[in-house]
């Protein structure tokens, strides 16, 4: 059982393995998922700038595949 509290940010693709529990304000990326740092080092605006670019990079990436 995971449990990922309100506020907790994970990263795209990453894999949150079970009796893993993220609190809240943490960041945690990686496969399987790790705890990277507390997100109160990170600004509201920070997070919004990393959250509205994931659908660029996905993007970025698809058109890469596409291409090889």
């Known amino acids: 059982q995971r449990l990922i509290k309100t506020g907790?940010?994970?990263?795209?693709?990453a894999l949150?393995?079970?009796?893993?529990?993220v609190e809240s304000g943490q960041v945690w990326a990686g496969?399987?998922?790790?705890?990277?740092?507390?997100?109160?080092e990170l600004s509201h605006?920070?997070?919004e700038r990393i959250a509205n670019?994931?659908?660029k990079y996905?993007?970025?990436f698809m058109d890469e595949e596409r291409e090889s």
């Open 8 to 13: 907790a940010i994970i990263g795209a693709g």
């Open 31 to 40: 496969n399987p998922a790790k705890f990277i740092k507390d997100a109160g």
């Open 58 to 60: 996905a993007q970025w």
């Open 16 to 21: 949150v393995l079970q009796n893993t529990v």
């Open 53 to 55: 670019a994931y659908p």
């Open 45 to 47: 605006t920070e997070i």
